[in-house]
């Protein structure tokens, strides 16, 4: 009950009306607005952060920051990336 009238800000009679599907669709939005905010302020530091950076140095993101930006998905495809960048750095330093 706290969630539907203090976070989504709803009414007691609109919570207490409201079916379940309905709470869990308004409970992912929230989810939704939580995790744009977290976007923002994650672009915002990554950005105050890459200004000031050394010119070697790699750029930061927002979901380097607040890595739980990333869906499963693109966390295994960015993991596998580095994987594979280590293994090719790797192969040169041996043909070299």
Request: glycine share 8%.
């Amino acid at each position: 009950m706290a969630m539907g009238m203090g976070e989504l800000g709803w009414s007691p009679q609109v919570f207490w009306q409201s079916t379940l599907p309905e709470l869990l669709a308004a409970y992912r939005g929230l989810q939704e607005r939580e995790k744009g905010a977290y976007r923002r302020a994650g672009t915002i530091a990554s950005a105050i952060y890459n200004v000031n950076r050394k010119p070697e140095a790699d750029p930061v993101h927002p979901e380097d920051i607040f890595p739980f930006l990333l869906t499963a998905e693109e966390r295994l495809a960015q993991e596998w990336t580095r994987i594979t960048a280590g293994i090719e750095a790797d192969d040169e330093e041996q043909e070299s």
